[in-house]
């Protein structure tokens, strides 16, 4: 996690080793910039401006934020650009704010670029102002120019540099306008102040600035926290009730932290009895004030405000109707659904085709035995199996990037939060639903990951460990499959009942989790609705690349270590040496009768060939009619024999399964499972379903002695379902078992970086299995004495 | 003098003027940092189909909120 930060210090030492580069190159100098502003500000759209396709995407250590970086050279800097989180304030209220403020006070970056949205500058410049409070260097951007003008706004970025005392730029970064002087304006800031910090004073009013004064000077002459925070500003945190500054003056000076805190309560239970308001408030009040006055001192000289919003209002009046709004919504969520699916499925076969490709060749070129099975069945299949994901995986991701840049995901989560909130979840958790399968055939690895857009860690958590009971494409074919057994005449419907009923159980779940373990207050839904706007196809793309390039770090990692553990436990011991001798013997036996079938017309031609090399085609129709003649004469066929080989081969595979690792969990499960309706075989299923949901089929296939299966062409296998007497109520309660039980690896290790805990990845693999063998068992008992 | 009453007793297309929050803890700081003070100009733009979030306009942007977060704004009226 740390990658990313040291991917910078290597790439700027060349600017430190005068022996690298050119001679130009070492004197430059190298600055950490951060960049900051609210959310929808357009920082994402400036940091690929400014940094084009040279950055490294990691994690903020130990949570889930992630944290971007990249290089910029200009003609005298090397600027390594810090993406900070976006948010609104620097409280201590959520990861990202924290997150944003530690980054300030450890790193010390040498100035921070305020993007801020000109178009309601009011509020973009509250985030401003508490960075010049904590007196950082800092450079505003005023972005989206081009919307502000286009509607009529004039705002004189000059002044309000002026009257605020930093450097503030004009951007669109859409065009990159403006992104030139940006950076040189940065610089220029960063030599000046050489990473001094220099803090802004507001005043706070009658109330509050004689104990700021007070507790500053306390904290001045004890010079408590200051090698870290200006005296002003921790005293300010103490008003408003900071609890990590709070902490950290506990551990640093008690007593005078205590007495702070005191100060502090005191001003808090004067401001209730007088004005029957809060310190935070008061503080609020005065900040909005601090940028009213300064934005009245020129800075804005027109706005026509109706109309600058007015595009989004009228779209809004469609998109969010009473009526047309929830309709246009199912339209759209569909849509996605069925671009993803249609069109995702081509590039997805052409890797699977490539993984397909690779195992025949790896099988041609090598000879049978474990190195083989270890390459084909174990890591070819299991890698391929999570890399055929990824094209769809990146269709998925660029639509949810087209829904999120042009501003209808905000909307999703507004029309929908009043449902989702009985359930203890956030309007946002519809998207990580769809994409782990809400419509069917989705996948809950970029499902649990695209639970990002949401702000609130306990609606997060709970939609994380809820989103794998979706049909995701995986348990799909599955469910088809048994669905077509079990239910010739009602396939559809069964499906359509089992994607309600993954539903279901994601609320049901939620609504327990949130309840009992992830009990707690619902997180304000307090969310701006950005107006819309059209995505850019650079920012569609690196939004998209980003996510899935992750995913496949992921994904691909584990992946092939969990592969090579599943095939082990599938393949080892086997089955024992008397066994093996045995199946040798009679295959040893049939090979010989096939030889000496094709023997007789084997010493002509050998000999003619010997010669006549050539000839050896024009004579193979008729070494066939011999053949066939042989044939006839012999009450075994030729074909019957391979035929008859084959079936010891499967047979073969079938006892070295029910032998393996696998094999024996799946026959000690039994007892367990009898009660649910599952024999020892479809144990081994499930137990390999673990890697991936798909592998059910093939291993079915395997323990039912049918070979390899292939999940397009499963009608053997259902055959062999029914004929060994696998009851309707026994394939419900299999198909329930499926859709619920512990989410597959790679979901589990999203689930583990995700929330940050690999308890969850635990709690989710157990939980999931119990609650789903619960209703397992529930459906066979209750259907064996309804059917 | 204008009345004060809860924010959610306003329908889409009003105007009013935020006159107190009474809200403490995360809400209320999430409420001021987006700009709800007292003296914020609002007007209600919108509804969620099944009434619940609000959205309403300030300070050059959109903002939505739950009803029962709204209940904790006071606002101000013009007499009509
Ligand atoms: N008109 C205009 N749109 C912009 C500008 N900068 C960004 N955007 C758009 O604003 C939306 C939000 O931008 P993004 O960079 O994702 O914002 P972030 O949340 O701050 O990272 C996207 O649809 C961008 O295309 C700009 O200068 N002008
Ligand atoms: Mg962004």
């Keep these: 996690m740390t990658n990313a930060s040291q991917n910078v210090s290597a790439a700027s030492a060349p600017g430190k080793e005068p022996g690298k580069g050119s001679g130009k190159d070492a004197a430059l100098s190298t600055y950490t910039i951060a960049l900051a502003g609210n959310p929808n500000a357009g920082k994402s759209t400036l940091f690929n401006a400014l940094t084009g396709a040279r950055t490294h995407v990691g994690n903020y250590p130990g949570i889930t934020v992630e944290k971007k970086v990249g290089q910029v050279r200009t003609s005298d800097a090397v600027l390594n650009v810090v993406d900070l989180p976006g948010t609104y304030s620097l409280t201590a209220y959520s990861a990202e704010e924290l997150v944003a403020r530690d980054f300030l006070v450890e790193e010390r970056p040498q100035a921070v670029v305020d993007v801020l949205n000109a178009g309601s500058l009011e509020r973009n410049l509250y985030l401003a102002v508490q960075f010049l409070e904590l007196g950082i260097p800092v450079v505003l951007g005023l972005n989206m120019m081009d919307e502000a003008r286009k509607m009529g706004m004039v705002v004189d970025a000059k002044r309000l540099g002026e009257l605020l005392g930093c450097p503030a730029v004009e951007l669109v970064a859409r065009t990159g306008t403006g992104v030139r002087e940006l950076t040189a304006a940065a610089t220029r800031l960063a030599k000046e102040r050489q990473g001094r910090w220099k803090p802004v004073e507001i005043s706070y009013g009658p109330d509050l600035d004689p104990v700021l004064a007070e507790m500053s000077a306390a904290i001045m002459t004890k010079s408590f926290l200051s090698s870290r925070y200006p005296a002003r500003w921790v005293a300010l945190k103490y008003l408003e009730n900071d609890s990590q500054i709070r902490e950290l003056g506990v551990q640093a000076d008690p007593v005078l932290s205590a007495w702070l805190e005191e100060r502090a309560a005191h001003v808090a239970a004067h401001l209730r009895t007088t004005l029957s308001t809060y310190p935070e408030a008061v503080i609020a009040d005065y900040r909005y004030g601090f940028i009213a006055s300064v934005l009245k001192g020129g800075v804005v000289t027109r706005d026509n405000l109706g109309d600058r919003l007015a595009f989004s209002d009228r779209l809004d009046q469609v998109l969010t109707h009473k009526l047309l709004g929830p309709v246009l919504m199912l339209g759209v969520l569909y849509l996605v659904y069925q671009i993803t699916f249609t069109v995702g499925k081509v590039p997805m076969e052409w890797t699977q085709n490539l993984f397909a490709l690779m195992a025949k060749l790896v099988e041609g070129a090598l000879p049978e035995g474990l190195l083989r099975s270890l390459l084909v069945d174990g890591i070819i299949a299991g890698v391929g199996g999570v890399m055929g994901f990824v094209p769809l995986v990146m269709l998925i991701f660029l639509l949810i990037a087209f829904l999120e840049d042009s501003g209808y995901m905000a909307r999703i989560a507004y029309m929908l939060d009043r449902v989702f909130r009985i359930f203890g979840l956030h309007g946002c958790s519809v998207m990580p639903f769809i994409i782990s399968g809400g419509i069917a055939g989705g996948c809950a690895v970029p499902g649990v990951m695209a639970s990002r857009t949401l702000r609130s860690p306990k609606e997060r958590l709970a939609t994380i460990l809820t989103a794998p009971f979706m049909t995701c494409g995986a348990k799909l074919p599955v469910l088809i499959l048994l669905a077509s057994v079990f239910f010739p005449d009602s396939q559809a419907q069964v499906l359509f009942g089992m994607t309600l009923l993954g539903w279901a159980m994601a609320l049901a779940v939620a609504w327990m989790l949130r309840s009992s373990m992830v009990r707690g207050e619902a997180t304000p839904f307090v969310m701006e609705l950005p107006p819309y706007r059209l995505p850019t196809w650079r920012g569609l793309a690196i939004h998209t690349w980003e996510r899935t390039w992750q995913y496949m770090k992921k994904a691909g990692s584990m992946i092939l270590a969990v592969s090579i553990v599943v095939w082990a436990a599938m393949t080892f011991p086997g089955v024992d040496e008397d066994k093996a001798a045995s199946f040798e013997a009679a295959k040893a036996e049939i090979a010989a009768k096939i030889e000496a079938i094709e023997a007789p017309a084997a010493p002509g031609t050998a000999a003619d060939s010997k010669d006549e090399a050539p000839a050896l085609g024009s004579e193979a129709p008729a070494q066939g009619e011999e053949a066939a003649t042989a044939q006839a004469a012999e009450p075994e066929g030729l074909d019957a024999l391979k035929e008859k080989l084959a079936d010891i081969e499967k047979r073969e595979a079938a006892e070295g399964l029910s032998a393996s690792l696998a094999g024996r969990l799946g026959a000690s499960l039994e007892p367990l499972t009898r009660y649910a309706g599952f024999d020892w075989r479809t144990n081994i299923a499930l137990v390999g379903g673990f890697a991936a949901k798909e592998v059910i089929i093939s291993t079915l296939g395997t323990a039912y002695s049918l070979g390899k299966v292939d999940k397009d062409d499963a009608a053997p296998l259902a055959e062999m379902l029914s004929a060994e007497g696998l009851t309707v109520a026994g394939g419900l309660a299999l198909m329930v078992f499926i859709l619920l039980y512990s989410p597959c690896f790679p979901t589990v290790v999203a689930i583990g970086k995700e929330t940050g805990s690999w308890k969850w990845s635990v709690f989710s693999m157990t939980f999931n299995t119990v609650f789903a063998y619960g209703l397992a068992v529930a459906v066979f008992q209750f259907g064996t004495r309804l059917f | ?80």
């Design chain 2, 1 to 80: 003098m204008p009345q004060s009453r809860p924010l959610r007793s306003l329908k889409v297309g009003d105007k009013a003027i935020i006159a107190q929050v009474n809200a403490e803890g995360e809400l209320g700081r999430r409420i001021r940092d987006m700009g709800l003070v007292p003296g914020a100009e609002v007007e209600i733009v919108g509804r969620a189909p099944l009434k619940d979030p609000v959205a309403l306009r300030l300070r050059g942007f959109t903002l939505s909120l739950r009803n029962n977060e709204a209940d904790n704004i006071l606002v101000a009226t013009p007499e009509e």
